[in-house]
C-alpha cells in the first residue's frame, strides 16, 4: 500500500497535540562554534564569521528538537570544567531543561565551518574527556531516578573513552527497570555492544546500518536486511534505518515500511544535525501515541527540513511541518 501518512492521519497537523514528556541523555556533550568562511585556504589566515555558538551532542540537540516541535523535554549531560560551565549557560539561555552532572575533565568543543563559496560544511569534531567508573555510575542513578516520570527516554550519541563499550546496555537496564522505553541512537563499539540488551527502538543512519551489515547500506533493500537482523537477534521492537536523501525504512514484527523523503523546497546546505532532528520528531509523536511508522513520517521530513539550514542550525518548525504531507509511504506486511 502507498500513499501519504499525513492524508491517512485525516489531514491533521502532526504539531496540534500534547505530549507527554521525553528525557535524554548525552554522555558526550559540546560547544559548538559555528563559523562562516568565504573560502578555506591552504595558506596564510582564514578569516571567519561566528555565526553562532550553541550546546551541543545528541541527547541535547534532541531534546532542542522536540521543544522546537511543541513539546516538553529533560536533558540529562555530562559538564566539566569551563567549556561544561559554558555549555550550562547556553542550555539556560535557551531555555533548554537540563540537569547536568560534573565531571573532572573538559566538556568538549567542536567546530563547524560552512563555506559560503561552495556551500560545503565541515563538521570537526574531538574525542571529547575521559569518564571514570564512578562518573559512569553517577549517570546511570541519574537515569533512575528521572526515568520513571518520563515515558520514553533517548539515549544519543558517542560514549567518551573511560566508559566502556557496553555503557548503553547498562543504560538500557536502566531504562526498563524503570519501566520507561529506550531510543537508542549511537555508533561504533557501543552500537555494536548495546545489542546484548532489547530496547524499543534503534536508529541507525547508512553509515552505522554499514557497520552492522559489513557492506554498504544503499538501498531499501540493504536496509531491510539490517532491519531484520536487528529485529531477529532481539536488540528492538523497532527498527529504523536512515537512507539519507532516500528517505527510511521502518520495521517492526509486523512488517517494513518504506518512507521516501520528500523533494526539497531549497538547496540541501548540511546534514549536520539532521539525525537528531529525526529523533526528536519521531519520539515527539511516540510520545502523543502515534506508531512507530507515523512517528517516523514525521521524522523524516524534520530530516528534510534539517538539511535545508546551514551548519547546525536548528529546523524550521513551518517547512518540517510543509513537507509531512510529501512523505510518501510503501507497506510491505510480513518479513
Request: contains cysteine; negative net charge.
Given at each position: 500500500?502507498?500513499?501519504s501518512?499525513?492524508?491517512?492521519g485525516g489531514?491533521?497537523?502532526?504539531?496540534?497535540?500534547?505530549?507527554?514528556?521525553?528525557?535524554?541523555?548525552t554522555v558526550?556533550?559540546t560547544?559548538?562554534?559555528?563559523?562562516?568562511?568565504?573560502?578555506?585556504?591552504?595558506i596564510?589566515?582564514?578569516?571567519?564569521q561566528v555565526?553562532?555558538?550553541?550546546?551541543?551532542?545528541?541527547?541535547i540537540?534532541?531534546a532542542?528538537?522536540?521543544?522546537?516541535?511543541?513539546?516538553r523535554?529533560?536533558?540529562?549531560h555530562?559538564?566539566g570544567?569551563e567549556v561544561?560551565?559554558?555549555?550550562?549557560r547556553?542550555?539556560d539561555?535557551?531555555?533548554?531543561?537540563?540537569?547536568?552532572l560534573?565531571?573532572?575533565?573538559?566538556?568538549?568543543?567542536a567546530?563547524?565551518?560552512?563555506?559560503?563559496?561552495?556551500?560545503?560544511s565541515?563538521?570537526i569534531?574531538?574525542?571529547?574527556?575521559?569518564?571514570?567508573?564512578?562518573?559512569?555510575?553517577?549517570?546511570l542513578d541519574?537515569?533512575?531516578?528521572?526515568?520513571g516520570?518520563h515515558?520514553?527516554?533517548?539515549?544519543?550519541?558517542?560514549?567518551?573513552?573511560?566508559?566502556?563499550?557496553?555503557f548503553?546496555a547498562?543504560?538500557?537496564?536502566?531504562?526498563?527497570?524503570?519501566?520507561?522505553?529506550?531510543?537508542?541512537d549511537?555508533?561504533?563499539?557501543a552500537l555494536?555492544?548495546?545489542?546484548?540488551?532489547s530496547?524499543?527502538?534503534?536508529?541507525?543512519?547508512?553509515?552505522?546500518?554499514?557497520?552492522?551489515?559489513?557492506r554498504a547500506?544503499?538501498?531499501?533493500d540493504?536496509?531491510?536486511?539490517?532491519?531484520e537482523?536487528l529485529?531477529a537477534?532481539?536488540?528492538?521492537?523497532?527498527?529504523?534505518t536512515t537512507?539519507?536523501?532516500?528517505?527510511a525504512?521502518?520495521s517492526?514484527?509486523?512488517?517494513?515500511?518504506?518512507?521516501?523523503?520528500?523533494?526539497l523546497?531549497?538547496?540541501?546546505?548540511?546534514?549536520?544535525?539532521?539525525?537528531d532532528?529525526?529523533?526528536?520528531a519521531?519520539?515527539?509523536?511516540?510520545a502523543?501515541?502515534?506508531?512507530?511508522v507515523?512517528a517516523c513520517a514525521?521524522g523524516?521530513?524534520?530530516?528534510?527540513?534539517?538539511?535545508?539550514t546551514?551548519?547546525?542550525?536548528?529546523?524550521d518548525?513551518?517547512?518540517?511541518?510543509?513537507?509531512?504531507?510529501?512523505?510518501r509511504t510503501?507497506?510491505?506486511?510480513?518479513?
Open positions: 500500500m502507498s500513499g501518512l499525513a492524508a491517512g489531514g491533521r497537523s502532526p504539531l496540534s497535540e500534547a505530549t507527554r514528556p521525553i528525557l535524554t541523555l558526550n556533550p560547544v559548538d562554534i559555528c563559523c562562516e568562511v568565504d573560502r578555506l585556504a591552504d596564510g589566515k582564514t578569516r571567519a555565526r553562532f555558538v550553541a550546546a551541543g551532542g545528541g541527547g540537540n534532541v532542542r528538537g522536540v521543544s522546537r516541535l511543541g513539546g523535554a529533560t536533558a540529562i555530562t559538564a570544567r561544561g560551565q559554558r555549555l550550562n547556553l542550555l539561555e535557551e531555555g533548554v531543561d537540563h540537569l547536568a560534573g565531571i573532572a575533565g573538559e566538556t568538549r568543543e567546530f563547524v565551518l560552512f563555506e559560503t563559496e561552495s556551500r560545503r565541515y563538521h569534531v574531538p574525542p571529547g574527556p575521559r569518564l571514570d567508573e564512578h562518573e559512569g555510575g553517577r549517570l541519574a537515569l533512575d531516578r528521572a526515568a516520570s515515558p520514553y527516554v533517548v539515549a544519543s550519541g558517542s560514549l567518551p573513552g573511560g566508559l566502556p563499550d557496553d548503553y547498562a543504560v538500557a537496564r536502566r531504562v526498563k527497570g524503570a519501566g520507561s522505553q529506550l531510543v537508542l549511537t555508533s561504533g563499539r555494536h555492544e548495546s545489542l546484548q540488551e530496547v524499543f527502538l534503534r536508529r541507525c543512519n547508512n553509515h552505522e546500518a554499514a557497520s552492522l551489515a559489513g547500506v544503499r538501498s531499501f540493504d536496509a531491510r536486511a539490517v532491519n537482523y529485529l537477534a532481539g536488540a528492538t521492537e523497532v527498527a529504523i537512507l539519507g536523501e532516500l528517505g525504512l521502518c517492526t514484527r509486523h512488517g517494513h515500511t518504506q518512507l521516501r523523503a520528500p523533494g523546497p531549497g538547496e540541501p546546505l548540511s546534514d549536520a544535525g539532521a539525525g532532528a529525526m529523533v526528536a519521531l519520539t515527539f509523536r511516540l502523543a501515541g502515534d506508531d512507530p507515523e514525521l523524516v521530513a524534520v530530516a528534510a527540513a534539517s538539511v535545508l546551514p551548519d547546525t542550525e536548528p529546523f518548525r513551518e517547512v518540517a511541518e510543509s513537507l509531512y504531507p510529501a512523505v510503501s507497506r510491505q506486511v510480513g518479513s
